[in-house]
């Protein structure tokens, strides 16, 4: 249950990474980054412990509210950075070619009637890279750019595990 709950958080969570970036608050918008990033690892963590997860259509429901969640929450964090403290274009840019190629080899996945399930660990590297060139803007900006290097080193690898998983018979 604990993990729905924290699903379920993700859009107050944004709300408030938001509204402390937004007023000028660079600290306690990394810090808060931070809780966003630790709530969304641990979601799916505890609600594969509860007795919840044994219902398949919640199962599907959270996958997608999560998923769905995360990838707004990114997006708008990211643009709100380029509107408050200009953020620099193209590491936006290396982040949205980086999602519109995994929302490719998704939609993909369903048109072949192989949808993906679960993510793959480099893909989730890559995510988490993001969250930390995010909080690196607000905090250390030399630094954001150096976090290219881990977004595409694990986000190219992993996008071709999973088409590779899509391709599998």
Same mark, same amino acid.
């Given at each position: 249950? !604990?993990?729905?709950? @924290? &699903?379920? =958080?993700?859009?107050?969570? &944004?709300? +408030?990474? /938001?509204? =402390?970036?937004?007023?000028?608050?660079?600290?306690?918008?990394?810090?808060?980054?931070?809780f966003l990033m630790l709530c969304d690892i641990?979601?799916?963590?505890?609600?594969?412990?509860?007795? *919840?997860?044994?219902?398949?259509?919640?199962?599907? !429901?959270?996958?997608?509210?999560?998923?769905?969640?995360?990838?707004?929450?990114? %997006?708008?964090? @990211?643009?709100?950075?380029?509107?408050?403290?200009? !953020?620099? +274009?193209?590491?936006?840019?290396? %982040?949205?070619?980086?999602?519109?190629? @995994? =929302?490719?080899?998704?939609?993909?996945?369903?048109?072949?009637?192989?949808?993906?399930? %679960?993510?793959? *660990?480099?893909?989730?590297?890559?995510?988490?890279?993001?969250? +930390?060139?995010?909080?690196?803007? /607000?905090?250390?900006?030399n630094w954001a750019p150096w976090l290219l290097?881990?977004?595409?080193?694990?986000?190219?690898?992993?996008?071709?595990?999973?088409?590779r998983t899509i391709t599998r018979a």
């Amino acid at each position: 249950m !604990f993990g729905l709950v @924290l &699903t379920f =958080l993700k859009p107050f969570n &944004t709300a +408030l990474v /938001l509204w =402390l970036i937004w007023t000028d608050q660079k600290l306690a918008g990394a810090a808060s980054i931070a809780f966003l990033m630790l709530c969304d690892i641990y979601d799916g963590y505890f609600f594969r412990l509860s007795p *919840l997860a044994s219902n398949k259509k919640l199962l599907w !429901f959270r996958r997608v509210f999560d998923v769905a969640g995360d990838r707004v929450a990114i %997006e708008t964090v @990211l643009i709100i950075l380029i509107l408050r403290f200009n !953020f620099p +274009l193209y590491l936006y840019g290396v %982040e949205g070619v980086r999602e519109i190629f @995994l =929302l490719g080899i998704w939609i993909y996945g369903y048109r072949v009637k192989r949808p993906l399930r %679960e993510p793959n *660990l480099l893909s989730r590297i890559s995510t988490f890279s993001v969250g +930390l060139m995010a909080m690196a803007w /607000l905090t250390i900006p030399n630094w954001a750019p150096w976090l290219l290097i881990p977004i595409v080193g694990f986000g190219i690898p992993g996008a071709m595990q999973y088409y590779r998983t899509i391709t599998r018979a």
